[in-house]
């Protein structure tokens, strides 16, 4: 995990996915901390982790501290920024059960 400025940031991916039940976590380590993560993040994690190169990802559930209701409305003003600034935005909708809604949300966004 590292902190930087928007402005000095090097290039990251940014994840957005479908939230579900909080009470439904696991838990993963970072630079020797433990965090809790819904089961959905682990999943995302999962799916984007590579072991061939470094990826630099921002996701809100761990790069917001979600137990900080300041930093946390803080974060929030600056996730358009946050999402305009990545290199690639990713949207994740779960796994391949949830993928033809995606085609369907698609379809309806270009017939507009």
């Known amino acids: 995990m590292m902190h930087v400025s928007l402005d000095e940031a090097p290039q990251y991916n940014a994840i957005s996915y479908r939230w579900d039940d909080p009470r439904n976590i696991t838990h993963i380590t970072i ?7 819904t089961q959905s993040a682990f999943i995302v994690l999962q799916e984007w982790c ?5 990826r630099l990802i921002w996701i809100d ?3 917001i501290n979600q137990k900080d209701e300041d930093e946390k409305a803080q ?11 990545a290199s690639r935005v990713v949207v994740w909708l779960g796994d391949g059960r949830n993928a033809h809604l995606l085609g369907s949300l698609l379809d309806e966004l270009v017939q507009q």
């Open 61 to 63: 559930s761990i790069c």
């Open 50 to 54: 590579s072991f061939w190169r470094t």
């Open 75 to 85: 974060q929030i003003e600056l996730m358009r920024d946050i999402y305009r600034n």
């Open 31 to 37: 630079n020797g901390l433990r965090y809790n993560i």
